[in-house]
C-alpha cells in the first residue's frame, strides 16, 4: 500500500505542468521531507478511526476483563521523581508521601481527602505503566492524575484540567476514561476548575452520587 500510495503521487507531480522530473529530482530532500510527515499523519488518522470504530461504535469490540487486567498499587513501591513539599496534610492517601502537585492539582487533593464516600487515594504518577494507573488512548497511554477507592469498594478515577482550556486529546481521555467506568462499574470523572456552573467539590459529588 506504501509503494502504491508513493506510486501515485510522483504520477501527480509528473503530470503538473510546473514540475518535471529534473525539478523532482533537485527537490527530492524536500519531497522526502513533505511525504514523511503525510504519511506520519494519514497513519495517525487510521489509528484513530480504527481506536474509535473499536472501542466508542455501535459495533464496538472493547470490554474490560477484571480478572486479567485488575491494577494493583504497590504498598512497598511509589517510585515518585519528585514529592509534594506543601504544608498540608493529606491523611487518607495510601502512601506516607506524595508525588508533586501543582496549585490547583491541591486543590483537587483536598477535595477528595475532604470526601466522606473516599477511603483511601494515590496520586498517580506519570509515565509509569509499571508502577501507575494508565488507560489506552490512540496514541499512547493515559495517566489520570488521582485514583480513589470509595468506600463502597469501587474506584474514582479522576483527571484534572483545572482552567486549561478543552481540546480534542481532552475529549478523547474522557471518552476512554468514561467507558472504562461504565464496562468495569467503577467511576471516572474529568474534573475543572468550574463546569456547568458547579466548582469541583460539587463536581465530586455529583459523580459520587451516581
Same mark, same amino acid.
Given at each position: 500500500?506504501?509503494?502504491?500510495?508513493?506510486? @501515485?503521487?510522483?504520477?501527480?507531480?509528473?503530470?503538473?505542468?510546473?514540475?518535471? &522530473?529534473?525539478? !523532482?529530482?533537485?527537490?527530492?530532500f524536500i519531497l522526502e521531507k513533505v511525504l514523511r510527515d503525510k504519511i506520519n499523519e494519514y497513519r495517525k488518522q487510521a489509528t484513530k478511526a480504527g481506536f474509535d470504530q473499536c472501542l466508542f461504535s455501535k459495533d464496538a469490540i472493547a470490554t474490560?476483563?477484571?480478572?486479567?487486567?485488575?491494577?494493583?498499587?504497590?504498598?512497598?513501591? =511509589? $517510585?515518585?521523581?519528585? +514529592?509534594?513539599?506543601?504544608?498540608?496534610?493529606?491523611?487518607?492517601? =495510601?502512601?506516607?508521601?506524595?508525588?508533586? &502537585?501543582?496549585?490547583?492539582?491541591?486543590?483537587? *487533593? !483536598?477535595?477528595?481527602? @475532604?470526601?466522606?464516600?473516599?477511603? !483511601?487515594?494515590?496520586?498517580?504518577?506519570? @509515565?509509569?505503566?509499571?508502577? *501507575?494507573?494508565?488507560? $489506552? /488512548?490512540?496514541?499512547? %497511554?493515559?495517566? $489520570?492524575?488521582?485514583?480513589?477507592?470509595? @468506600?463502597?469498594?469501587?474506584? +474514582?478515577?479522576?483527571?484534572?484540567?483545572?482552567?486549561?482550556?478543552?481540546?480534542?486529546? /481532552?475529549?478523547?481521555?474522557?471518552?476512554?476514561?468514561?467507558?472504562?467506568?461504565? %464496562?468495569?462499574?467503577?467511576?471516572?470523572? &474529568?474534573?475543572?476548575?468550574?463546569?456547568?456552573?458547579?466548582?469541583? =467539590?460539587?463536581?465530586?459529588?455529583?459523580?459520587?452520587?451516581?
Amino acid at each position: 500500500k506504501l509503494v502504491e500510495f508513493l506510486r @501515485r503521487v510522483v504520477n501527480f507531480l509528473l503530470n503538473r505542468n510546473d514540475l518535471d &522530473m529534473p525539478k !523532482l529530482a533537485l527537490g527530492k530532500f524536500i519531497l522526502e521531507k513533505v511525504l514523511r510527515d503525510k504519511i506520519n499523519e494519514y497513519r495517525k488518522q487510521a489509528t484513530k478511526a480504527g481506536f474509535d470504530q473499536c472501542l466508542f461504535s455501535k459495533d464496538a469490540i472493547a470490554t474490560v476483563d477484571i480478572g486479567a487486567f485488575t491494577f494493583t498499587f504497590d504498598p512497598m513501591l =511509589y $517510585p515518585a521523581n519528585k +514529592l509534594y513539599s506543601g504544608q498540608l496534610k493529606f491523611p487518607k492517601h =495510601y502512601y506516607s508521601q506524595i508525588a508533586d &502537585m501543582n496549585k490547583e492539582e491541591v486543590e483537587c *487533593a !483536598l477535595a477528595i481527602e @475532604r470526601d466522606r464516600e473516599v477511603e !483511601l487515594w494515590v496520586r498517580n504518577l506519570e @509515565r509509569n505503566p509499571i508502577q *501507575a494507573f494508565w488507560l $489506552p /488512548t490512540s496514541t499512547d %497511554k493515559f495517566y $489520570p492524575d488521582f485514583v480513589a477507592k470509595l @468506600r463502597d469498594g469501587r474506584l +474514582l478515577v479522576i483527571e484534572y484540567k483545572g482552567g486549561h482550556l478543552d481540546n480534542d486529546d /481532552t475529549e478523547e481521555k474522557e471518552a476512554v476514561g468514561k467507558l472504562w467506568a461504565r %464496562k468495569s462499574g467503577n467511576l471516572f470523572l &474529568m474534573a475543572w476548575k468550574q463546569k456547568d456552573g458547579k466548582d469541583l =467539590y460539587q463536581q465530586l459529588n455529583a459523580i459520587l452520587s451516581e
